[in-house]
C-alpha cells in the first residue's frame, strides 16, 4: 500500500512539475536603458506573463555579434538593425571576415517578430564646446560609437553627408563600448559627439550632470539633398522628422534647428530569430508582444510610446526593399490573426 501511494505521489509530482515547466531561450541585446535593450527585456516580461516561455536576456551585446550568434543558431532572439543582415548577406564591413558566400548563407537563416525604430543619428555637444553645428567638426575628436556595428557605421556616414568629413581625415573618431559612453561623454574625451538617440534620451540626460548641452538637427537642405535620399535608401534607416516640442526634453538641452522640427536618419531593425524556431513558438512570442504593446512596452521608459512598436506600413519598418529579412511565418500569423495587415513582400 505505502509503495503504491509513494508511487501515486511521484507521478502526481512529474506531472506537475511538467506543468509548470516552460521553455528556456536565451536572447542578445543591447544596453537596458536603449530602445533594443528595452524591447527584449519586454518581450521576456510579456512572454513569461503568457506562459510562453523564460527568456534569459544578456544585455550591453554588440549587436553584430549577436545577429551573427541567431544566424548560427547559437542564441535564440536578438536586437537586429536591419543594416546588419544586408551586410552579413554581402559578408562586408564588420563582416567582412565572414565572407559573401558564408554570410548569404547566414543571412538566409534569420526572421523577424516584430519591428521598431531603433534611434534617430544626431550630433551633440556641450555649449562649452563652442561648436555651432555639423560645420564646426573639422579637426574635432568625435565619440561615434562602439569599436564595431551599425551605430559606427551610421554615424561615419552621416558626418559625411552633413559635412563632408571623412573619420582619420577630417576628423579624430573616438569608440568605446556602450556600456562606457556616458563616461565618454562626461570625461572631455571628445568634443562632440555622433550618436543614435531616443526622445528624451537617458545618455544626453544623464550626461546633463556635466553641463548644458546643444543637440542638432540635420539642415533642411541636406535633408532634402540627394546624398541624403542616398543614406535613407539604405536598409534599416529610413527619413524621420519630430517637432523640437515633442522631443521631450527641458532644461539644460537645447534643439538646433532652423524651423523647430528636429531632422535625421532613423534607424529601424527588429527582435529577430533563426527561421528554424518552431511555427508554434514564434507565433506565440509575437502574440505575446502585440498583447503587451501599451501594458509592457510603452510603460518601460519615456521615449517608448514614439519608438514605432506595433507598425507594420514599410514606410517606416522598412521591410521588403534591399532589407533581406521576412517575417517568421508564425510571427506573420500572429499579426494577422491580431487584425494587422502584412504586405506580401515581407512575408
Same mark, same amino acid.
Given at each position: 500500500m505505502a509503495r503504491n501511494i509513494l508511487g501515486g505521489l511521484a507521478a502526481v509530482l512529474c506531472l506537475t512539475a511538467g506543468a509548470q515547466a516552460q521553455t528556456i531561450l536565451a536572447a542578445e541585446t543591447a544596453a537596458p536603458n536603449t530602445t533594443p535593450g528595452i524591447s527584449i527585456i519586454s518581450l521576456s516580461e510579456a512572454a513569461s506573463k503568457a506562459g510562453v516561455a523564460d527568456i534569459q536576456v544578456t544585455s550591453g551585446q554588440t549587436l553584430t555579434n549577436s545577429v551573427q550568434n541567431v544566424a548560427e543558431g547559437k542564441t535564440d532572439i536578438a536586437a537586429a538593425p536591419f543594416i546588419l543582415p544586408f551586410l552579413l548577406s554581402k559578408g562586408v564591413g564588420p563582416y567582412a571576415g565572414v565572407g559573401a558566400e558564408k554570410g548569404a548563407e547566414l543571412a538566409e537563416n534569420l526572421a523577424v517578430l516584430y519591428t521598431y525604430r531603433i534611434s534617430v543619428q544626431g550630433l551633440i555637444a556641450y555649449d562649452s564646446s563652442n561648436i555651432s553645428g555639423w560645420d564646426g567638426l573639422e579637426g574635432k575628436t568625435i565619440f561615434n560609437g562602439p569599436p564595431r556595428g551599425a551605430a559606427l557605421t551610421n554615424a561615419r556616414l552621416l558626418i559625411k553627408t552633413n559635412s563632408g568629413l571623412e573619420e582619420?581625415?577630417?576628423? #579624430?573618431?573616438? =569608440?568605446?563600448?556602450?556600456? =562606457?559612453?556616458?563616461? #565618454?561623454?562626461?570625461?572631455?574625451?571628445?568634443?562632440?559627439?555622433?550618436?543614435p538617440m531616443s526622445f528624451p534620451d537617458p545618455r544626453v540626460s544623464a550626461s546633463l550632470a556635466s553641463g548644458k548641452m546643444s543637440i542638432f538637427s540635420v539642415s533642411k537642405d541636406v535633408y532634402d539633398s540627394e546624398a541624403f535620399q542616398n543614406v535613407a535608401k539604405l536598409p534599416g534607416t529610413v527619413k524621420f522628422s519630430m517637432p523640437v516640442a515633442d522631443m521631450g526634453y527641458g532644461e539644460g538641452v537645447t534643439i538646433v534647428s532652423e524651423d523647430d522640427t528636429?531632422?535625421?536618419?532613423? #534607424?529601424?531593425?527588429?527582435?529577430?530569430?533563426?527561421?528554424?524556431?518552431?511555427?508554434?513558438?514564434?507565433?506565440?512570442?509575437?502574440?505575446?508582444?502585440?498583447?503587451?504593446?501599451?501594458?509592457?512596452?510603452?510603460?518601460?521608459?519615456?521615449?517608448?510610446?514614439? #519608438?514605432w512598436h506595433g507598425e507594420t506600413d514599410v514606410e517606416v519598418t522598412d521591410m521588403c526593399g534591399p532589407n533581406p529579412l521576412k517575417y517568421h511565418p508564425g510571427a506573420a500569423a500572429a499579426w494577422e490573426e491580431a487584425g494587422y495587415s502584412l504586405p506580401d513582400c515581407a512575408k
Open positions: 582619420g581625415k577630417g576628423y #579624430t573618431g573616438v =569608440q568605446v563600448n556602450w556600456g =562606457q559612453a556616458v563616461k #565618454t561623454m562626461q570625461d572631455g574625451s571628445a568634443d562632440a559627439f555622433v550618436l528636429f531632422r535625421g536618419p532613423g #534607424t529601424v531593425g527588429a527582435d529577430i530569430v533563426n527561421k528554424s524556431m518552431d511555427f508554434d513558438m514564434a507565433k506565440a512570442l509575437t502574440a505575446a508582444f502585440i498583447e503587451n504593446i501599451e501594458s509592457i512596452y510603452h510603460a518601460k521608459a519615456p521615449f517608448m510610446p514614439v #519608438t
